[in-house]
């Protein structure tokens, strides 16, 4: 079963740093580009880091961007974000999720596959 | 930058009706950077719809997708009670760059 799973989140104080991980089981995940996508309470999405395969390429938003680092270890199937100075406006769920191109000719994108998600607050 | 806008932010809708909802791009995109969500209370998103009419594995073909430029469309040709939930348009720019339209809420009448 293709399965992406969260872990890392809680309560930290502002300025504090968090760590949040993301299993994939299920597929080849040395083969896909992966993105972080979080969505604060009673709010819509926000997509926030993406890494491509082989993390040729990284991309923030700019909500995150100089706060954040995106990472993989393809040897462990293994997505990660590491926040630092975190502001009570990143409290959110974050999810993983992996991105497609629809099949050989690769000319889509989308992401198809989601995990539950990790839950951050961001209080004192 | 691309701004989605998703209308309307409301839909109040009976199970067996047609439910059409609109997502508006700032700037044409191409449509086969053009997907559609689903996202129920407490649950991660699901794709529906990618390269704006294309559905993805394991969709009921109620669902459909379309338009072009910068006007795409999803309708539920007749609602189900599983079908009310919040959708939410997406456009990439290019791989590996997203962005999220604000999202269109279904809910029943």
């Known amino acids: 079963e293709v399965q992406l799973v969260e872990s890392g989140g809680g309560l930290v104080k502002p300025g504090g740093s968090l760590r949040l991980s993301c299993a994939a089981s299920g597929f080849t995940f040395s083969n896909y580009n992966m993105h972080w996508v979080r969505q604060a309470p009673g709010k819509g999405l926000e997509w926030v880091s993406s890494i491509t395969y082989r993390s040729t390429y990284i991309y923030y938003a700019d909500s995150v961007k100089g706060r954040s680092t995106i990472s993989r270890d393809d040897a462990k199937n293994s997505l990660y974000l590491q926040m630092n100075s975190l502001r009570a406006e990143d409290t959110a769920v974050y999810y993983c999720?992996?991105?497609?191109?629809?099949?050989?000719?690769?000319?889509?994108?989308?992401?198809?596959?989601w995990g539950k998600g990790t839950t951050v607050i961001v209080s004192s | 930058e691309i701004v989605l806008t998703q209308s309307p932010g409301t839909l109040s809708l009976s199970p067996g009706e047609r439910a059409t909802l609109s997502c508006r791009t700032s700037?044409?995109?191409?449509?086969?950077?053009l997907a559609w969500y689903q996202q129920k209370p407490g649950q991660a998103p699901r794709l529906l719809i990618y390269?704006?009419?294309r559905r993805a594995t394991g969709i009921p073909d109620r669902f459909s997708g379309s338009g072009s430029g910068t006007d795409f469309t999803l309708t539920i040709s007749r609602l189900e009670p599983e079908d009310f939930a919040v959708y939410y348009c997406q456009q990439s720019p290019g791989s590996p760059i997203f962005t999220f339209g604000p999202g269109t809420k279904v809910d029943i009448k």
């Open positions: 700037q044409t995109v191409s449509s086969s950077y």
């Open positions: 390269g704006a009419s």
């Open positions: 999720a992996r991105e497609d191109c629809g099949g050989n000719s690769c000319s889509y994108y989308y992401m198809d596959v």
